[in-house]
């Protein structure tokens, strides 16, 4: 009863124009980019710290001295190089193999509406619950009773309610039905929230897999003696 009581009193959104989305560059698709993109910046980023190692710049902040560094078991830049290649064209081959160009998307505008409408959710939701504790909000409150602290605090949840309307949106203008409140944290959710999440997550998983492979052949003495040279070779 709660969950189709709060259904009832939300925005209805219009079917989802669903389609392609055009490509961020003319001549790469999109869905190519996860795995072009970050074998282009390890080339970037390792030829500039190429560059200042070679040119002894910042050496005050190394932590070791080039005499120490002269010292370690060092691979050749040739051996360097043609072991990231092969590790990028795996990464490479796996990303290509696994993409997918059928992907559809929906308008940025829609997806904010439907973010406004889920938040929209979770204030009618707050709201009935206060309701069910025994408190009414003055949003709710049809009496003109003294108000208590409680319905004090909940005021601008209440005006921010009703200040909004619950008829249903349309594409040309699909953020007309919520609040300046809803509309921008919906804003915030789309565009910085939920792409970081996403981003922190990738990375996450990125580094611990490249992390953990790494440590793998340094501890496991097979894998350092038997496939190193294999690639080195």
Known sequence: MLKAGIQHDLPA?????VGPRASLLPFLADHHLPYVVPALF?????????YVDTRGLFSKYKLHTSAEDLTKNRASRKDVIK?????????CTLGYLMAD??????????????????L????????QCIEYAGFQSAFTSKGSGPMSQTVIW??????SLSNSTTG????????ASFSDF??????????????????????????????FTHRAFHVNKWLYSKQIPSFTN
């Open 13 to 17: 959104l219009p079917p989802p124009d």
């Open 182 to 211: 809803e509309v921008t944290i919906a804003k915030a959710l789309y565009w910085v929230l939920i792409p970081l999440f996403q981003y922190l997550t990738a990375m996450v998983l990125a580094d611990t897999f490249q992390y």
């Open 83 to 91: 072991f990231a290649l092969i590790q990028q064209a795996a990464q």
């Open 101 to 118: 160009d059928s992907e559809q998307f929906v308008s940025p505008q829609y997806a904010i509406a439907a973010w406004a409408q889920k």
């Open 154 to 159: 909940q005021d601008d949840l209440g005006r």
């Open 168 to 175: 249903p949106i349309y594409l040309g203008d699909s953020l």
């Open 120 to 127: 929209r959710y979770c204030e009618l939701l707050l709201l």
């Open 42 to 50: 390890y080339w970037v980023i390792s030829f500039i710290f190429h």
